[in-house]
């Protein structure tokens, strides 16, 4: 009867041996264990021994993830439409929620994305668009993270990666653009004239009290521009002083009628 036994033990040992199947985890996966169809356990990795007919294991991958979610129209509230492409990273952190909660959570992470990237711009002007593109990855995490910890992933990373217009738009605010920079320009003219007539009232007011600087300023600009002789009349003589070295020799203006005849 032992005999009997120990046969069948035995087979019982080879049936399960034949039967068990062995299962790797990796460090990057999380495993889903289910006994009969029912949720049983979230699995670290390493190797496990299971029967297919009684348990089975489904493998979820933890590793982070980037999806673009590229050319969504989508109207501002002074009734423009931009062109919006966005990039986001995501982590599955509950292996249990984003695989039972939910058919295909990737596609529930699109769909998330780009619900929370139309109620963030619905609100906001083309002008507000271009001035807070660095926030609105912001908004968007405030927007959707929430409803992603729902479903078992983790929201890391969502930036506004291109904000594209219609040509009729850009061809509008290149007109803004170059009428800023002109009334700028005319602003810095206005500026330099008005510094200019300034210095030439203070100058006046110098010249009014000291008449003798109009004289100096003669010279000096006499000085400063070459071929130019000075002549100066002191006790009846006349004597050429040039103000400035010239190329050829100066030439004494000739004497008087009167005074060669003498």
Not at 179 to 191: D, F, I, K, P
């Amino acid at each position: 009867m032992w005999l009997y036994a120990l046969l069948a033990l035995a087979a019982v040992a080879v049936v399960l041996a034949v039967s068990l199947r062995q299962v790797t985890i990796f460090e990057f996966e999380r495993g889903l264990k289910y006994r009969q169809g029912r949720f049983a356990a979230v699995l670290a990795p390493g190797s496990y021994f299971v029967l297919p007919r009684f348990v089975t294991i489904t493998k979820v991958d933890v590793r982070p993830c980037y999806v673009a979610i590229p050319g969504q129209e989508l109207p501002t509230s002074d009734g423009a439409t931009l062109k919006i492409t966005v990039a986001a990273k995501y982590q599955v952190s509950d292996p249990n929620k984003a695989i039972n909660s939910v058919a295909g959570f990737q596609g529930a992470v699109y769909t998330h994305l780009q619900l929370a990237l139309r109620e963030a711009i619905a609100g906001e002007t083309v002008e507000s668009v271009l001035a807070a593109r660095s926030t609105l990855g912001r908004r968007l995490m405030e927007l959707a993270a929430a409803k992603l910890a729902d479903i078992g992933v983790t929201l890391l990373e969502a930036d506004i990666k291109d904000v594209m217009f219609p040509a009729d738009l850009k061809r509008a605010f290149a007109q803004v653009v170059k009428a800023r920079q002109e009334g700028l320009a005319a602003l810095e003219r206005t500026r330099g004239e008005t510094a200019a007539l300034r210095n030439l009232g203070n100058a006046a007011a110098m010249v009014e009290q000291r008449p003798v600087l109009i004289q100096l300023r003669l010279l000096q600009t006499l000085a400063q521009t070459p071929g130019n002789t000075l002549v100066l009349n002191m006790n009846g003589e006349t004597t050429p002083l040039p103000l400035r070295e010239t190329k050829g020799p100066v030439v004494p203006e000739p004497p008087a009628r009167g005074e060669a005849d003498g």
